[in-house]
Each structure stands twice: as structure tokens, then as C-alpha cells.
């Protein structure tokens, strides 16, 4: 496994950019097997989940040239509708090839979709399916693998019981080619949804009401080529200020969408984290004493859940106690007994709440990364620290933060990489 050598106590200057959304790029290319033509993608992040998503799509039959932040995607040769185990039990986001596949070719046969550590037990699929279901598509299980078969799709009214995106964006993908009206109820309105809809709009599609949350979807026949733009990645965006905060720095973010993350930058004004926003830049100011903000994590536009790590790490450093209530995943606060490890002071409540004392010294560690947010939420408690920390299992990392050693060093951090 490969680690990073951190050195703590970290000053960070200058400017970070930041690269596209890791989460709407996960869409956008399972999004093109509705299209039997050619889409450019542009301002695509060259990450692992995304170089994953590009080679199943590549399995299915479809052409891809890929440069280091685009590619040129043509889905009309597609003729399989299997998702392999090999490949699609490797993350998460392959459960956004099953509505596109189904919708186009009336049948697809995947397995339980793999991916990380943060729900309880499997992350459960069980939106999606009862939402095929009512669009008209029947399942069978056999062994390892689901099937659904329609002979055609037809327009529903589906409300969500509880708010998913990636059930959402799937959906929504798969009516766009159903026969008649679907309308979404109590949908997601995560930014990432209502640049999916311009985007297959854009191709064609008819849908309404994107960002919002009930989607009208009329059908259509079929969609055309063109391009698709990756918008910035929020939660790089959000890990970033945090980073800055914690550490007591002076750093500007580019190529940012600060109203992306409205809701941090409402607790930074509480919290004493000062900044200045500009369009597509965002500017921390040195941070001198933080007080502390409870927070509860909550669908978009409230608190992201993939932002409560990194948030964590900053509450050890502000003046008082803060709770912190992961609301969505029940598995993504087990990285806190690694934060006191580090001299951290939370007392665990439940699996869903812990209650942060502050402000605390943090020494350095030898840490394994868990997940993607626990994961920089660890590299951010680790600059912060005093001494040489090492995390292991960094794959973890850089699933979602591109070459972060050697962007973090730019901004003057001292970090190595140790392949091993
Ligand atoms: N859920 C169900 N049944 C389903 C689907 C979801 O019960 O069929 C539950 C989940 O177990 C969870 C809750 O609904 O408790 C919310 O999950 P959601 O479906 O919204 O999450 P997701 O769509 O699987 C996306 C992001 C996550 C991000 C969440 C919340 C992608 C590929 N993933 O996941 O990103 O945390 O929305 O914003 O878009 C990450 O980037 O680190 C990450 C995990």
C-alpha cells in the first residue's frame, strides 16, 4: 500500500484550483449510453473512480479517447448489458449504469454494487429497483447477479421514501427515454442533479424542475451528441477552506463555485473563519481563534455529509464543544477513534453523534485511511499536528483528490509519497 509522510504543524500559501466534480462526472459517463452519438466530456477529474466508470463503460462496448482532463465518449456500438462483477463491484457509482443500460436496451444484469466503508453493511440499492419497478421493468435474482427486463418503460409518479441522489440522477436518466410522463417526487436537489438535467437536456431530453424537488420528465425517442462541462468539485472546494482554516492559513481557491458550499461558508462567519468570495475564487483569511458550531448533516443545501470529517477536524481546534450528528451514512464516524488517537478530545455518543472538545493539541500518528472524507480529514488533522504523521491505504484518498501530494506541496506543505 502506498502512504503519505505528512510533516505537521503546516503553514499553506499561495493558490489551489480546484478540478471537476467527482460526482457528476460519475454520472455524465454512464449518462452517455442514452446517446447513440458522440459526447465530449471536458474538466473531467483524473481520478481513479472516474478511470474505473471509463473502463466499464469500455467493457459495455463503447469508444473512448481520453485525455488527461476530457474525453471523447461514443456509447452507439454498446451491445452488452452485463455489468461484470469484476468491474462493477469495484465502486459504488456502477448502480449509474443500470437505469441508462435498461432504458436503452430494455435489460440489464449487474451485481450489488461495491464500494466503500460508509453505510451500514451493503449500501442498499433498494430505490433504485422499486423505481425501475414502477417505470415498468421486472426483477429476478440469480446467484451473484439482479436482472430487469421491460418491454417498454413507461412514464410514472414515483415518490422517494427517503432522499438519495445517485437514485435521483438514475431515474431521472432512465425515464428520459420512457414512454410518456415520470414525475419525481421529494428528489435530491444536490447541484450535481440540475447540471445532469441541463446537460441531457441539452441532448434533448424534457425535464423539468431539476434542483428542485419534484422532476417532470417527458419522454423522448432518442438523444444527440455534444458536450458536457464538469462543474467544480464542491466538496474539493469545502475540504480545502477547511484545510486552510485548521491549519491558520491565508490560501485562495480557483476555479471554485463558492455558492456551492453556502451552508460552510454560513458557519465560517460563526465560527470566525474569515474569507472573501469571489466569482470562481474563494479567499481564506488567516483564521486566529475559532469558536465552535454544532452541525447536523442533511441533504443539499444543508450540511454535506461528505464534508463532516474534515469538519470535525476543525471543531478540535476551536474553543468549546460542538456536536457533530452524521444524519445520512451510519458507518462514517468510525474514523473519530483515529482523531483521538491523535489527542483529539471526542466522546463518542452513538453511532451518529459525537461531541468535540476543544481546542486541543494533535500529535502525529501512524494512520490507515478508512474512506475518501475520513481519509483527508486525517491528512487535515495531520498537518495540523505537531510532528511527522504517516497515512496508509492513500488509494483512498486519491479515489477523489487528484495528485494531492503534489498539489498540497505547491501550496507549501511538506508531503511524500511512499510507494510500496
Ligand atoms: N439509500 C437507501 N437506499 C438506496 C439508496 C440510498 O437507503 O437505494 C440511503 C443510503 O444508505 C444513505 C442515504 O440513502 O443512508 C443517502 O444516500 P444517497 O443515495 O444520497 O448517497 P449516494 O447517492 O449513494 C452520493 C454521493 C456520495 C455522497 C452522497 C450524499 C455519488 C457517486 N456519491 O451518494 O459521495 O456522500 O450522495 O451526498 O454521487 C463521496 O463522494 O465520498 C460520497 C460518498
Redesign the pocket.
Known amino acids: 500500500m502506498s502512504k503519505f509522510i505528512i510533516q505537521g504543524q503546516a503553514k499553506l500559501s499561495g493558490e489551489i484550483e480546484v478540478k471537476g466534480a467527482?460526482?457528476l462526472a460519475?454520472?455524465i459517463i454512464p449518462a452517455s449510453i442514452l446517446i447513440k452519438d458522440e459526447i465530449f466530456v471536458t474538466s473531467l477529474p483524473d481520478i481513479k473512480?472516474i478511470n474505473k466508470s471509463l473502463s466499464l463503460l469500455e467493457k459495455l462496448g463503447a469508444s473512448i479517447k481520453k485525455n488527461e482532463n476530457s474525453a471523447q465518449i461514443n456509447s452507439r456500438e454498446i451491445k452488452e448489458t452485463t455489468l461484470f462483477e469484476g468491474h462493477a463491484k469495484t465502486f459504488?457509482?456502477s448502480?449509474?449504469f443500470v437505469g441508462p443500460l435498461l432504458a436503452r436496451f430494455g435489460e440489464v444484469s449487474f451485481p450489488h454494487p461495491g464500494?466503500?466503508v460508509?453505510?451500514?453493511g451493503r449500501?442498499?440499492?433498494?430505490?433504485?429497483?422499486?423505481g425501475f419497478k414502477a417505470l415498468g421493468a421486472e426483477l429476478k435474482q440469480q446467484g451473484n447477479y439482479y436482472h430487469l427486463k421491460a418491454s417498454k418503460l413507461s412514464g410514472t409518479e414515483y415518490f422517494f421514501p427517503?432522499?438519495?441522489?445517485?437514485?435521483?440522477?438514475s431515474l431521472m436518466m432512465t425515464a428520459t427515454l420512457a414512454q410518456g410522463t415520470t414525475v419525481l417526487k421529494n428528489c435530491?436537489m444536490?447541484p450535481?442533479v440540475k447540471v445532469l438535467a441541463d446537460f441531457l437536456n441539452n441532448r434533448g431530453a424534457k425535464i423539468k424542475g431539476a434542483g428542485t424537488p419534484t422532476i417532470k420528465i417527458q419522454g423522448v425517442n432518442k438523444l444527440k451528441g455534444g458536450r458536457a462541462r464538469i462543474i467544480p468539485d464542491r466538496?474539493e472546494t469545502g475540504s480545502f477552506a477547511i484545510m486552510a482554516a485548521a491549519t491558520g492559513s491565508e490560501l485562495t481557491i480557483t476555479e471554485c463555485e463558492p455558492n456551492h458550499i453556502q451552508i460552510l461558508l454560513t458557519i465560517f462567519d460563526k465560527i470566525g473563519v474569515y474569507y472573501k468570495k469571489e466569482k470562481n475564487k474563494l479567499h481564506i483569511k488567516q483564521t486566529k481563534s475559532l469558536k465552535p458550531y454544532n452541525i447536523k448533516t442533511h441533504?443539499?443545501p444543508g450540511f454535506?455529509?461528505?464534508l463532516q470529517p474534515p469538519y470535525t477536524v476543525l471543531m478540535t481546534q476551536a474553543k468549546g464543544t460542538s456536536l457533530i450528528h452524521e444524519a445520512?451514512?451510519?458507518r462514517r464516524l468510525l474514523y473519530i477513534d483515529l482523531l483521538s488517537q491523535m489527542g483529539a478530545d471526542i466522546l463518542m455518543c452513538d453511532p451518529h453523534r459525537a461531541i468535540v472538545n476543544g481546542p486541543t493539541k494533535l500529535y502525529n500518528r501512524k494512520l490507515t485511511s478508512p474512506?475518501?472524507?475520513a481519509g483527508i480529514a486525517l491528512l487535515i488533522a495531520s498537518l495540523v499536528a505537531k510532528g511527522t504523521s504517516e497515512i496508509d491505504n492513500i488509494y483512498q484518498i486519491e479515489r477523489?483528490y487528484k495528485n494531492i501530494d503534489k498539489r498540497l506541496k505547491a501550496i507549501g506543505v511538506d508531503i511524500q509519497r511512499k510507494n510500496e
Not at 123 to 130: A, C, G, K, W
Open positions: 467527482k460526482n460519475l454520472k473512480d459504488r457509482a448502480i449509474m464500494g466503500c460508509i453505510g451500514a449500501r442498499p440499492i433498494d430505490l433504485f429497483v422499486e427517503s432522499i438519495s441522489v445517485t437514485a435521483t440522477e435530491a444536490e450535481e466538496i441533504e443539499y454535506p455529509t461528505d445520512i451514512y451510519d474512506d475518501l472524507r477523489g
